[in-house]
T-cell receptor, first 115, second 113 residues
Framework: AQKVTQAQTEISVVEKEDVTLDCVYE???????LFWYKQPPSGELVFLIR??????QNEISGRYSWNFQKSTSSFNFTITASQVVDSAVYFC????????????FGSGTQLTVLP | NAGVTQTPKFRILKIGQSMTLQCTQD?????MYWYRQDPGMGLKLIYY???????DKGEVPNGYNVSRSTTEDFPLRLELAAPSQTSVYFC????????????FGPGTRLLVL
């Protein structure tokens, strides 16, 4: 069975601070995919990034960056120079290869960026 | 493209009532999913479909039914609403590719009293 743990339930930072959201996953599959989704106060789920298990390269997209480490089964998400608009719940999710294709979600981290 | 659309946005049901949550996607995705999100929790899979006419149970299917008569539509049916089904329901879809990403609808907030 798969499991995703986001140990940080809530994080508060002041605008312009950097913040890292942790994600630890468990799976026995060798082929899997990791995702981050953002859920702003409006409630919709916004796709941010997908990484596959064969690609451990870190990725940067503007103020967002992701650090994937198979050795520690982690897929952490960093926001640089945070902004108030970054306030949201962030979910890490895991999907393994196979017929089911469903996502296993973590419980989410509520990020609040204070002005 | 409108993406994934869901109706209604919000609904209040009495215990024992039934209703259908509608989900439509216009991206020609083969895979469609229904999730529920309880307060302060991540999403849990209710049912999914790999194509028209094919559906299967997810992690929490009890109390729900689905059908998939077309590629575009994947309605979720609640037959006898219970307070435990108070939740936000998300529909999602994805291509039938190795690295497909699931795209989500805006959600339906359901309150059962």
């Amino acid at each position: 069975a798969q499991k995703v743990t986001q140990a940080q339930t809530e994080i508060s930072v002041v605008e312009k601070e950097d913040v890292t959201l942790d994600c630890v996953y468990e799976t026995r599959d060798t082929t899997y995919y990791l995702f981050w989704y953002k859920q702003p106060p409006s409630g919709e789920l916004v796709f941010l990034i997908r990484r596959n298990s064969f690609d451990e390269q870190n990725e940067i997209s503007g103020r967002y960056s992701w650090n994937f480490q198979k050795s520690t089964s982690s897929f952490n998400f960093t926001i640089t120079a945070s902004q108030v608009v970054d306030s949201a719940v962030y979910f890490c999710a895991l999907r393994v290869s196979g017929s089911a294709r469903q996502l296993t979600f973590g419980s989410g981290t509520q990020l609040t960026v204070l002005p | 493209n409108a993406g994934v659309t869901q109706t209604p946005k919000f609904r209040i049901l009495k215990i024992g009532q039934s209703m259908t949550l509608q989900c439509t996607q216009d991206m020609n995705h083969n895979y469609m999913y229904w999730y529920r999100q309880d307060p302060g929790m991540g999403l849990k899979l209710i049912y999914y479909s790999v194509g028209a006419g094919i559906t299967d149970k997810g992690e929490v299917p009890n109390g729900y039914n689905v059908s998939r008569s077309t590629t575009e539509d994947f309605p979720l049916r609640l037959e006898l609403a219970a307070p435990s089904q108070t939740s936000v329901y998300f529909c999602a879809s994805s291509y039938e590719l190795v690295q497909e990403t699931q795209y989500f609808g805006p959600g339906t907030r359901l309150l059962v009293l």
